[in-house]
């Protein structure tokens, strides 16, 4: 490895770059550190962007995670609407899309995902849109309009979460999914069939186990096809169905990558000067034991805490269980811990009330928790996936026992 | 404009203008006010915007929501007067409201 760090380059300026700046900052560096985002915004919290964005409630400037101030005010040289189109390791720089190339002698790679397109005829007509950046909400906000026709092909958080903004602007909505429940990658059955029956609740058509032949229109859609012909006319179609990472750099690289870029605990990718952080970083989950990738706010924050740390030789920040949330209509998902895996789940509480949990336990203990509107149950279960607690089923079932009571117990 | 004054844990003042309907944490954010964390941008998803309210304002700002309590009484260091400041919204009546942060929000 070099000496100690004098110019520190991030390539992406999502939450995670953002974060690695911030934290660098923070920890005293006084050296050049250059951010490069290939959107035209400084760094931003992308969760709105499905929800409160979404419904027009939020302007853009209100999701930043720092005043463009804060950019000039810490010396951080923020590089927008400009990509980073080639890594030499060699010559230690990164070759832009345009203007001179950028020296490092430490780099993070902060690339993030885009959205998975769907192979089907049509797929590239006009008003069929994804839900990643800004730009792509703002082009998705001028059809959500009462009374306009949406097709969500996914039903994961982000499909979820603008259907149901959706049904709420008085949008007609229809949810394909491919599995036979929703949020089938993300949480258990459970909160699938409750999520299931409020968005029908709300009007909107929710299909399972859809099977999505190809879109129709001329220049712009106006229909999705099913197998077995039926067309389901629309105005605008979202398509969520997961995201792919961007690997192509860190690949030309010569980077070790596999479903993500891989690193250690440090950050580090296979050149030790080369770190990696967020959606796009395949990293050890040490709260079970095994790598894997996350495409969360919890994850881009600790990455690029983690990757900072380490650049710096400083203290390494405190590890948390990952967690997520959602909202959608009057509901708040908060989610702590992975629930693949789960050998069993307890739930606490009564779905009908609109207040539930669900318990995900593997071997006896602990391995996730799904929270709906019980910010309790979300926050000790946070702990006990921390402490793999070992709770009896009985009691995690039993509402008359407060989650205070049982997190004491699994504490002692 | 209401001015907030943020106080950190070492005693050190910083007084901002807010701007009516935005958050504590939001005017925290907005003008670079250290100590407030806020990973998850004002969800009441973390618990990382914590601060103590000064006991003057303590009625004028209220009682958090079940959920904000929620999230609280598993935080760090809760005293009588934590709140979570993204769910404080800045009104003409909070002028001169000083909060102060914690020593850390993890």
Known sequence: ?412 | MPKITYIDSSGKERQVEGKNGMTVMETAIKHNIPGIDADCGGACACATCHVYVDEAFTAKVGKPSAMEQSMLDFAENVKENSRLSCQIKIRDDLDGLKVTTPESQH
């Open chain 1, 1 to 412: 490895m070099s000496g100690a760090p004098q110019r520190i380059a991030i390539i992406g300026a999502g939450q995670a770059g953002g974060q690695a700046a911030y934290s660098l900052r923070q920890a005293g560096f006084e050296g050049a550190i250059t951010l490069i985002g290939d959107e035209p915004a400084p760094p931003y919290q992308r969760p709105p962007l499905s929800k409160a964005y979404l419904k027009g409630e939020l302007e853009a400037e209100r999701l930043f995670l720092k005043p463009l101030e804060y950019y000039a005010e810490h010396n951080v040289d923020l590089i927008t609407s400009n990509a980073a189109k080639k890594i030499d390791l060699a010559g230690r720089q990164i070759e832009m899309a345009s203007g001179p190339a950028i020296a490092w002698d430490r780099l993070v790679i902060a690339t993030g995902a885009r959205p998975r397109k769907l192979p089907v005829p049509g797929a590239d007509l006009d008003g069929i849109l994804e839900l990643r950046t800004l730009s792509d909400v703002d082009k998705l906000k001028w059809s959500a309009v009462k009374g306009a026709r949406m097709v969500v092909v996914g039903a994961g958080y982000i499909g979820l979460e603008a259907a149901a903004v959706g049904a709420q602007l008085g949008m007609h909505v229809t949810i394909l999914e491919a599995m036979p429940q929703v949020l089938s990658r993300v949480a258990g059955p459970e909160i699938g069939v409750f999520y299931t029956r409020t968005h029908r609740e709300a009007g909107t058509d929710v299909r399972l186990g859809a099977k999505l032949e190809g879109f129709e229109g001329q220049g712009h859609v106006s229909g999705v096809r099913l197998v077995g012909g039926e067309v389901i006319p629309c105005d605008v179609v979202l398509v969520g169905v997961g995201v792919l990472p961007n690997l192509e750099l860190a690949l030309d690289a010569g980077l070790t990558c596999g479903n993500g870029i891989v690193v250690n605990a440090q950050g580090q990718t296979s050149h030790p000067d080369v770190y990696a952080a967020g959606d796009v970083a395949w990293r050890p989950l040490v709260h079970f034991g095994r790598d894997g990738r996350l495409e969360s706010v919890h994850n881009a924050i600790e990455g690029g805490k983690i990757a900072a740390a380490s650049m710096l030789g400083g203290p390494a920040p405190a590890l948390e269980v990952p967690w997520f949330w959602s909202d959608q209509f009057d509901l708040k998902l908060q989610t702590a811990g992975l629930w693949t895996g789960a050998d069993a789940q307890i739930i606490r509480g009564d779905a009908q009330s609109r207040a539930f949990a669900v318990f995900y336990l593997k071997e006896g203990r602990v391995i996730a928790v799904d929270a709906v509107n019980s910010a309790p149950e979300y926050v000790v279960g946070r702990r006990l996936v921390a402490a793999k607690a070992a709770v009896a089923p009985a009691e995690l079932a039993d509402k008359s026992i407060s989650m205070k009571d049982i997190g004491a117990r699994a504490a002692s």
